[in-house]
């Protein structure tokens, strides 16, 4: 049996993941809450599964990380937890691509914005960048006079912010009147891409490496530690 198409997502509180995997796995209002907001539902990493064009997927919907540094390395931990336990079948990297919810009502990469984005990418690493969608959410919430301001902020975002291999990587925007569109483009495209024999996640493989097993110490730790340290916050 093939492996499934495994992908993680990460962005803010209330930026759309979890209303994607209720959509692409079809599940009902009762398997999975949807925060409304800056208030979380997703509290813990879960994982679920989902069927398309005859491909089974195995989606990873992750909380998003807030200013409270011990409860982003929480957050952390359970990443970590969930790929040890799972990685490493058949000597394959477990995560086939990550996808990085981005609402375009934030204008600029600051507080959350800036931490959860600068985490994913210490998670990813640079090879895996290739491997990487941005999808921008809360479409539904502009009005529509100021739409054509929004769409050229996402324009700029694709060729600035959020273009990390210098070459224009795909970013989707998620409007309302196009989500079964958008969903459906971002699923095809990780079937395209190998699932074997690629480059895996930079955390996947630091958190694997013999001695350095330690959260804490891998990329993606020490950005958050930094962000403690940067304020009053102390780690536990």
């Known amino acids: 049996m093939a492996s499934p198409v495994t ?36 509290n813990r990493c879960q994982e679920y599964t989902a069927m398309h064009g005859g491909v089974k997927f195995s989606i990873i919907d992750t909380p998003g990380l807030h200013d409270e540094p011990n409860s982003n390395l929480h957050v952390l931990k359970e990443i970590a937890s969930l790929l040890t336990a799972k990685t490493g079948r058949n000597g394959q990297p477990l995560v086939t691509g990550a996808v990085y919810f981005h609402p375009i009502t934030q204008k600029r990469f600051t507080g959350p914005s800036k931490l959860n984005l600068d985490v994913f990418k ?21 009005k529509p006079g100021k739409l054509a301001i929004f769409e050229k902020l996402s324009e700029e975002l694709r060729n600035d912010t959020l273009d990390l291999t210098g070459e224009g990587g795909p970013v989707y925007d998620l409007k309302e009147m196009d989500q079964d ?6 699923l095809q495209h990780f079937m395209a891409v190998p699932r074997k024999n690629h480059r895996s996640l930079l955390f996947e493989r630091e958190i694997l490496k013999p001695g350095k097993s330690n959260f804490k110490k891998t ?9 403690a340290n940067s304020g009053s916050c102390v780690i536990l």
């Open 7 to 42: 992908l993680l997502l990460i962005g803010p509180t209330g930026s759309g993941k979890s209303s994607f995997v209720k959509r692409v796995a079809k599940l009902k209002n009762g398997d999975i809450q949807i925060a409304h907001g800056n208030k979380a539902c997703t």
């Open 219 to 227: 990329t993606a730790g020490v950005v958050i530690k930094k962000q």
């Open 181 to 186: 569109k958008i969903d459906f483009a971002v």
């Open 122 to 142: 210490a998670i990813c690493g640079p090879e895996f960048f290739r491997r990487v969608v941005f999808v921008t959410t809360m479409w539904e919430t502009i």
